[in-house]
């Protein structure tokens, strides 16, 4: 059963760092791509950042310089290391992992921008 563990949420002021992590366990098939999405309240779930196996990393533009994806093939996990947070980045984190055999969502994890 495939399970994502997601961490690293939580409360910062604008202009702070946060780094989210998502461990994924219980995979029995090949890793198409790890990413993160957000949800604030009232908007639709949206792309923030997605790492294809061997294909390029594709960002939002809202982020893109700020945040940072990586994955550690290893462990099966992915990060977003996000820095210059800000007020309009609060929302809920969302890991997502697609494999050859379906797609995945984690719990989510909050992220809390104060101005």
């Known amino acids: 059963q495939v399970q994502l563990m997601e961490s690293g949420g939580g409360l910062v002021q604008a202009g702070g760092s946060l780094r989210l992590s998502c461990a994924a366990s219980?995979?029995?098939?090949?890793?198409?791509?790890m990413g993160w999405y957000r949800q604030a309240p009232g908007k639709e779930r949206e792309l923030v950042a997605v790492?294809?196996?061997?294909?390029?990393?594709v960002y939002s533009n809202y982020v893109k310089g700020r945040f940072t994806i990586s994955r550690d093939n290893a462990k099966n996990t992915a990060y977003l290391q996000m820095n210059s947070l800000k007020p309009e980045d609060t929302a809920v984190y969302y890991c997502?992992?697609?494999?050859?055999?379906?797609?995945?969502w984690g719990v989510g994890t909050q992220v809390t921008v104060s101005s």
């Open positions: 790492l294809r196996t061997g294909g390029p990393i």
């Open positions: 219980g995979i029995s098939s090949s890793i198409n791509a």
């Open positions: 997502n992992l697609q494999l050859t055999i379906g797609i995945y």
